[in-house]
């Protein structure tokens, strides 16, 4: 089975500084996905960042980076240069084998606040 | 990028009533789409896989003749909420993602629907 594990409820993070938000996962999968997406008040869900169990590299999207450690079944989030914006809740999520390839299973969510 | 249409945001709804939710791919054909649930201040709970052309796949513990799943085509699912009681009152959202078979592909979310069942 798969688990998505987010142990931060909520963090905070003042405007223009790095802010890390974590996610380790648990999976018997041998190829799976992992996913970051951003939902703010209103609820849409937008995608964020992705990151493959077999890419060498760290994904890196703009000010998104995930910082991914295969052995210790993480992939955090990083987010550099912290706007106002960017105050929302964030939810990490898998797609493995198990689910087809197509299920999408998401953490409990974290939620981010940005001070000025 | 690909787009998922919801409708709609928001329905009031009395108990015992039915409420349809609809879920469009815009812009690709999707033989799968996804039902979540989502409580307030809390993560998005997979209730079924919507299946163009075939039953739904519900997950463990999602009423079936509760929330009726309909995919009658390649860029519409439906699901009614059949004899709403309050406590179905929530956030409901799907997702679908454009047929690459390929694991990266992001899903595409609905705006989602808020029901509030009086």
């Known amino acids: 089975a798969q688990k998505i594990t987010q142990t931060q409820p909520g963090m905070f993070v003042q405007e223009k500084e790095a802010v890390t938000l974590d996610c380790t996962y648990d999976?018997?999968?041998?190829?799976?996905?992992l996913f970051w997406y951003k939902q703010p008040s209103s609820g849409e869900m937008i995608f964020l960042i992705y990151?493959?169990?077999?890419?060498?590299q760290n994904a890196t999207e703009g000010r998104y980076s995930l910082n991914f450690q295969k052995a210790r079944k993480s992939a955090n989030l990083v987010i550099s240069a912290s706007q106002l914006g960017d105050s929302a809740m964030y939810f990490c999520?898998?797609?493995?084998?198990?689910?087809?390839?197509?299920?999408?299973?998401f953490g409990a969510g974290t939620r981010l606040a940005v001070h000025p | 990028g690909a787009v998922v249409s919801q409708h709609p945001s928001w329905v009031i709804c009395k108990s015992g009533t039915s409420v349809k939710i609809e879920c469009r791919s815009l812009d690709f054909q999707a033989t799968t789409m996804f039902w979540y649930r989502q409580f307030p201040k809390q993560s998005l709970m997979l209730m079924a896989t919507?299946?163009?052309?075939?039953?739904?796949?519900?997950e463990q513990g999602v009423e079936k003749d509760k929330f009726l799943i309909n995919h009658a085509s390649l860029t519409l699912s439906t699901l009614t909420v059949t004899s709403a009681h309050p406590e179905d009152s929530s956030f409901y959202i799907c997702s679908a993602r454009p047929p690459t078979g390929k694991l990266n592909t992001e899903a595409f979310f609905g705006q989602g629907t808020r029901l509030t069942v009086v």
């Open positions: 999976t018997s999968d041998p190829s799976y996905g």
């Open positions: 999520a898998m797609r493995g084998l198990s689910g087809g390839y197509n299920k999408l299973i």
């Open positions: 919507s299946n163009e052309g075939s039953k739904a796949t519900y």
């Open positions: 990151q493959g169990s077999y890419d060498q």
